[in-house]
């Protein structure tokens, strides 16, 4: 009995300290959920496309869809720099009570109104038809083997602040899969265009 006592006062303490997580297992899997939906949703309309399909332009100021995807795969290598620096930094839950809701992040990503893409995230170009399609999927693999695997607390965690305020790393993986989904309706336009160059049937 003496020895039960002691155990516990000298556990107790310790429990104590221990932080709620204020990323559960349910923003765990609604993150996967979305990252996967989003992946496979851009896998469907991009990988039986043919070369004039990948390269065609609505108009000269426009992207392609191959640039679209390029760029698609540029914000994943910034994503995964954000959420690195953000889980780096000390954690701050108390700014989860004036910081804006994840309803804020999720519908400013899903706008109407265009974006202006920052130069660092414009598409080169250079990279050809498909091989767009392998470079996201290779990053966008690095981050749900990252998001299954981590134990960090992502609502606790918060990155660079901006004219909206300090976002947690939740929200980062909202914006995240939301920017597919943005650019998804883009790639669907696209496809819509008069000039869209139709697949040609094969001759075997």
Not at 50 to 57: D, I
């Amino acid at each position: 009995m003496k020895q039960i006592l002691f155990f516990l006062l000298i556990t107790s303490p310790l429990l104590a300290q221990t932080p709620t997580k204020l990323w559960t297992e349910t923003d765990r899997q609604y993150t996967l959920d979305n990252l996967r939906r989003t992946r496979d949703e851009l896998t469907r309309e991009t990988e039986n496309l043919t070369p004039a399909q990948w390269a065609f332009h609505e108009s000269p100021d426009r992207w392609s869809i191959g640039e679209v995807v390029e760029h698609l795969a540029l914000w994943e290598i910034i994503w995964a720099r954000e959420v690195n620096e953000g889980i780096s930094n000390k954690p701050q839950p108390d700014l989860n009570q004036t910081s804006k809701p994840d309803s804020f992040y999720a519908e400013w990503i899903m706008e109407p109104a265009p974006h202006q893409s920052p130069d660092y995230s414009r598409p080169t170009g250079f990279i050809e038809g498909k091989n767009n399609l392998a470079f996201f999927l290779k990053l966008r693999a690095q981050t749900i083997g990252f998001v299954e695997k981590t134990t960090a607390d992502m609502r606790a965690h918060f990155g660079r602040t901006n004219g909206n305020g300090p976002r947690n790393m939740h929200q980062v993986y909202i914006f995240q899969w939301g920017h597919v989904d943005r650019h998804l309706r883009q790639i669907r336009k696209i496809k819509q265009h008069p000039d869209y160059p139709q697949a040609t049937l094969s001759t075997k």
